[in-house]
């Protein structure tokens, strides 16, 4: 690796070096700025090629693309309160002045500001809830934003996007890939990250601009850029289940300041000290924190994709993961966490998602995979503590969800699901019958599920949400055996249960006694429910659905008995789990249809 990297360094000196060289040849002798004679060849030999990312074709009016200039205002004020603060990647004082002098007069705006401008809108638009964004436009949200979308993705072809050296075009394609993680396919947007990371590598933004020898201001702004580029790779590599992120390779640049936006300014002499409590940087910054200890990791303990091991090769012992990870924690709370005020909405989501990742960090140190037998001698005192991590992560999420002054960050919120945690946890409770984590365990999905009702609806034909529900379904169904094994009322299903039952199955013909052996259905004729009725359950196990359902469930890869083949970041349990889950279904019998593979797709 070493070798590698410094053949690569080697490399850019040589190609600097021929730059010098063929600039000195001028006549004038004089050092010219801008690009060197090499690069100012590439551009008259080659095409830009940024049509291969999104398409050839540039509307040739594309200023007539812009909202009118209340609009204009209107779609900044909401990028500044719903988008801006948990990303923060330039200087809003600058860029607002910037907008109004540019929305004044379009005919002359530069391709670069058009292109941030239109991604701010983009990103507004997404940000907006939709009967807002509806009343501004006379459209459906849908409509905006695909619009927006687009004259997004045709001003960064305008602007020559894959070989501008200006970081305001960079900004764009950051805003752009941030908003789109709702609608793009992970492995896609884990691609164009790439492409992100590469344009800020070009224009130098993996080297700190101090060792540049730039402006204070100029290069604080690439350290927001760059950090907030490292982590959005690092979310979508994991997502896509690539594993492999910006973190695997060398880059110097610092943590922003923890400054506020009017403690800068782009005339300034030098970089103000940092705030010892909170600032508007502390949510960005805190989350920069972990991601940094994850890539300081890599030389401590080398965490790569779930494995933690010395440099030496020699595993981490479960002490050592502790320990580092409860000085991560300790960092946090001394530095940011114990400043922040949970009325403020920011400080609030500022604790909530940290400690969150402490405890995912956990659950992935304590995976039973780590120990000598797979998990197999695991105690259950282990056992309690992975699922309350779970717990914990997704009651987390439920006490966001369930604040409403979080509701102008729901884009950015469901983007955030904890859905290792859910599936942990159902697989959990197919064995976890009864207790109180078990009661934890299913008001916690339960409520859960009921913040994101809309989002599941969405994406109901999906495999990998067909394998989820087979995996819940099975879990309250072992619930109700055991109420029945113990002769007690059958506890009524949650609105998640009943939900499922409604989607993914019709009551059948005929009924089983409640009293032993395959209980695939959902009440025994004559046994209580829980509000003392006697009757007749709806039986889902001879729907075909529902029996493909639960044979996907009993064939997949279950962490509950065998958890050395599930981890949070172990994508052969989804791949495992949506195979099973692909319907076998006979000549002639009725056909339904699955959806298309497990992806968030492009807009349509």
Sequence with gaps: ??????????TSEELKHLEELLEGSDDEGSRKTGPGVIQQSFDKLHADGSGLLFGFSVNDDLKALHPGPINIFRLWQ????????????????????????????????????????????????????????????????????????LATQQALNAAKLLRNLDITVLQALVILLVASRHSIDPRSLWVHCGTAIRLGQRIGLHRDGTSLGLPPFE??????????MVVLDSRVAELSGAGTSI???????????????????????????????????TFCLARYEIIDFLKRSNTTFFLFEGEWAKPDGVPATLTEKDQA????????????LRHCDPQITLHFLTKMYSRTAIYRMRLTAHHPRHHPDKGVSMPMEERDLLCRLSLNMIENDNIIQRNKATEKFGWFIHTNFQFPAFVYLLSE???????ELADRGWQAISEGFQYRMSFIAERKHSPVFKATSALGLKAWQAREMDAIAHNEPIPEPPEYIVTLRNIFGDPPSKHKKGSGGDFRYLNAPGHP??????????????????????????AAPNPGTNPTEWSPLDWTYWDELIRNWEPQVPDGSQQFDFGQPFNFGTAQ
């Excluded at 690796?1 to 080697?10: D, F, N, T, V």
């Excluded at 801006?84 to 005919?107: E, G, K, N, R």
């Excluded at 290069?219 to 907030?228: F, H, K, N, Y």
């Design 78 to 149: 909401t990028y500044l309160n719903c988008v801006y603060p948990v990303t923060m990647i330039f200087h809003a004082p600058t860029v607002q002045q910037q907008i109004l002098d540019a929305s004044a007069d379009l005919a002359n705006v530069s391709e670069s500001m058009e292109a941030l401008m239109f991604a701010i809108y983009y990103a507004a638009a997404v940000a907006l809830p939709a009967e807002e964004c509806e009343a501004m436009f006379r459209a459906p949200q849908l409509v905006v934003v695909n619009r927006y979308m």
């Design 247 to 281: 973190l695997t390779t060398p880059f110097d640049t610092r943590l922003p300041s923890n400054v506020n936006d009017s403690n800068l300014n782009p005339e300034m002499g030098e970089l103000p000290s940092d705030h010892p409590g909170t600032s508007d940087m």
């Design 325 to 336: 990870i409860d000085a991560l924690e300790r960092r946090l709370e001394d530095k940011y």
């Design 429 to 435: 409770l197919r064995h976890r019958t009864r207790g």
């Design 529 to 554: 429910t829980s509000s003392g009725e006697t009757g007749q359950r709806p039986e889902y196990a001879q729907g075909i659905a529902y029996n493909q359902m639960a044979a996907a469930a009993e």
């Design 219 to 228: 290069a604080e702004m690439r350290r927001r850029l760059w950090w907030q």
């Design 1 to 10: 690796m070493l070798e590698l990297r410094q053949a690569s360094s080697a």
